[in-house]
């Protein structure tokens, strides 16, 4: 939560200083904060088309993405699906 405060604020701060969203791309990937940075890079699309953003916010959401695939394997049931797996075929079934 303290992280989400801190990447707002320098959200903030940056925008009142007329600084462009890709500049605190940094601080928002530096916290983990991986959805506040897609968010800016949204922003910044709107102001900046370049495809130097657009190239970033592809490698943001390839990150979201890959994280949520790895939060959704559980390696317990993944061993232990190995292992059903291996007596099934040293049974020959």
Do not use: C, W
Not at 8 to 21: G, H, M, P, V
Not at 32 to 45: F, G, N, P, R, V
Not at 81 to 91: A, I, Y
């Amino acid at each position: 939560m303290a992280k989400n405060i801190l990447a707002l604020e320098i959200l903030a701060a940056n925008t009142e200083q007329n600084l462009s969203y890709p500049n605190i791309k940094s601080a928002l990937i530096h916290f983990q904060d991986l959805h506040s940075a897609k968010i800016a890079y949204e922003k910044s699309m709107s102001e900046f088309r370049t495809p130097e953003i657009k190239a970033l916010l592809s490698e943001v959401e390839k990150k979201i993405k890959e994280e949520e695939r790895k939060a959704y394997i559980d390696p317990v049931k993944a061993e232990e699906e190995k292992e059903k797996g291996n007596e099934l075929f040293k049974n020959g079934l």
